[in-house]
């Protein structure tokens, strides 16, 4: 089906010039004064127009034109208008581009220029409209920057909202690509710091010899190359939220300054003596298990629970099987309008690969791929081989019913188990079974009880 353009213009001549010259491209609506082109727009909706300023009853003024043009913006406010006005009426041009038309010709028009033009009206109407229909669609999934319609997502935005309004300090563990720094900066924008700084430092990417005095600051002459005062992160965030990235990876020495600094909210710079009282909220991160490391000795148990006033726990990729494709639309439309390419859309096969990928980079690696996909295509429908990814309808055998139950089986009791701790009593209770039986399907399907109950996500001071 064509696309619906309206052409307004006093003059039949000029109205039927174009449309013999856009008629193969359009489906041409044809009006001569504002009443009939409104009656038009309202019953035909069209999405673009070609509209002369100088209409009648008013023809040598462009009064009419502009309230057309205000008449059709008030039906559709993304209506592309396109004003077609004498040499003499730019300035009028410009004030109806000020009205919200997309843009002017002058005549005699030059018929390429102008398909050009309407080429790019539709386009960026239909930019527009996608657009609305995904805000439609997604609802209450977009917050602060983070989209989510699964459960999992819902309970960390609802958690976000409840701990942005205090000053504890937050622990947010998640594997990499998951949104840490995302979440982090949500907390600050919902928070009374808002108005402050959010200053970042990812602790593992900062040799441990130069990250005292990143974090802390030094004083001129305190070592080589210090040629003047330098303020550090912490300082800098002062009033705000400070984002400590890979909180993990912090070297013991500066653990023990860091906790200090967090029992007395004061500071010394590198080289310096005097003490800066700091008034800054921390939010930490880190993708590894700092529960295991302060066993090991990597990290100070007392730092871990000054900052693990609350532990938010992001979910990977991979059990968010609901977002996947939400997030997939979302990236595919905003590359393409970024390199310029139309009506770009998925196959089924490769919606179908993107759900069953195991998504180790999480979000990060999904937003990489859609736009290597985006870039590197040649079709309009983007495939398995675009995305680097196998349709998993030719990849993976079939299971036979007695494997399928087999599996099914074995996920429901190790989920039981990881809730319950590895306790068999009270996993057998919750599965309707007795001790022994579930003693026989453990063995049965080869699942030990140490390792059904590991790995589980901190718990007690965590939200929500």
Same mark, same amino acid.
């Given at each position: 089906m064509k696309p619906k353009l309206l052409i307004v213009d006093d003059d039949e001549e000029i109205r039927t010039q174009l449309r013999w010259a856009l008629?193969?491209?359009?489906?041409?609506?044809?009006?001569?004064?504002?009443?009939?082109? $409104?009656? =038009?727009?309202?019953?035909?909706? @069209?999405?673009?127009? $070609? /509209?002369?300023?100088? /209409? @009648? @009853?008013?023809?040598?003024?462009?009064?009419?034109? /502009?309230?057309?043009l205000s008449g059709l913006l008030a039906l559709e406010r993304h209506f592309k208008a396109v004003m077609i006005t004498g040499q003499n009426d730019r300035d009028q041009a410009l004030h109806a581009i000020g009205l919200g038309a997309y843009d002017f010709l002058n005549k005699p028009v030059e018929m390429d220029e102008l398909k050009l033009l309407l080429k790019r009206c539709y386009y960026v109407a239909q930019l527009e409209t996608e657009n609305l229909q995904l805000q439609a669609a997604v609802g209450?999934?977009?917050?602060?920057?983070? /989209?989510?319609?699964?459960?999992?997502? *819902?309970?960390?935005?609802?958690?976000?909202? !409840? %701990?942005?309004?205090?000053?504890a300090p937050v622990l947010i563990l998640g594997e990499s690509g998951t949104g840490k720094e995302m979440t982090a900066l949500a907390i600050h924008r919902r928070s009374d710091r808002r108005d402050g700084p959010f200053v970042a430092i990812n602790c593992g990417a900062i040799p441990g010899d130069l990250l005292e005095s990143e974090l802390f600051g030094h004083e001129k002459g305190a070592f080589t190359g210090a040629h003047v005062q330098r303020k550090g992160r912490i300082e800098t965030a002062g009033t705000g939220t400070l984002f400590l990235d890979e909180i993990g990876e912090l070297p013991l020495l500066l653990q023990v300054k860091l906790l200090r600094f967090l029992q007395e909210q004061t500071i010394t710079r590198v080289g310096g003596r005097q003490e800066i009282p700091i008034d800054v909220r921390i939010v930490a991160a880190t993708n590894t298990d700092l529960k295991s490391a302060t066993q090991q000795g990597k990290f100070r148990e007392?730092?871990?629970?000054?900052?693990? %006033? %609350?532990?938010?726990?992001?979910?990977?990729?991979?059990?968010r099987a609901d977002d996947v494709r939400l997030l997939a639309q979302v990236f595919l439309q905003r590359f393409a309008a970024e #390199?310029?390419?139309?009506?770009?859309?998925? *196959?089924?096969?490769?919606? +179908?690969?993107?759900?069953?990928?195991?998504?180790?980079?999480? %979000? +990060?690696? $999904?937003?990489? !791929? =859609? !736009?290597?996909?985006? =870039?590197?295509?040649?079709?309009?429908?983007? #495939?398995?081989?675009?995305?680097?990814? !196998?349709?998993?309808?030719?990849?993976?055998?079939?299971?036979?019913?007695?494997?399928? +139950?087999?599996t099914l089986e074995r996920d429901i009791i190790q989920q039981t188990l990881q809730r319950h701790c590895g306790k068999i009593t009270s996993a057998a209770h919750e599965l309707g079974i007795s001790r022994p039986t579930l003693y026989e399907l453990m063995e049965k399907l080869n699942i030990h009880r140490e390792r059904a109950g590991q790995d589980l996500p901190l718990t007690g001071n965590s939200l929500p």
């Open positions: 008629a193969a491209d359009y489906d041409i609506l044809l009006a001569g004064d504002r009443g009939s082109a $409104l009656e =038009i727009a309202r019953a035909q909706r @069209p999405q673009v127009a $070609l /509209l002369d300023l100088g /209409l @009648p @009853p008013h023809p040598g003024e462009p009064r009419e034109g /502009l309230a057309l209450g999934t977009h917050f602060e920057g983070m /989209l989510g319609s699964s459960p999992k997502m *819902q309970e960390l935005f609802s958690a976000i909202r !409840k %701990v942005s309004t205090t000053q007392d730092l871990y629970y000054r900052l693990a %006033v %609350v532990v938010m726990q992001l979910p990977p990729l991979r059990e #390199n310029s390419k139309t009506n770009l859309s998925l *196959q089924p096969d490769a919606l +179908r690969a993107l759900i069953c990928h195991n998504w180790p980079g999480n %979000v +990060r690696e $999904l937003e990489n !791929k =859609i !736009k290597r996909a985006v =870039i590197m295509a040649d079709g309009r429908r983007l #495939n398995p081989a675009d995305l680097e990814l !196998k349709d998993p309808a030719l990849t993976q055998p079939p299971l036979t019913l007695k494997e399928a +139950r087999e």
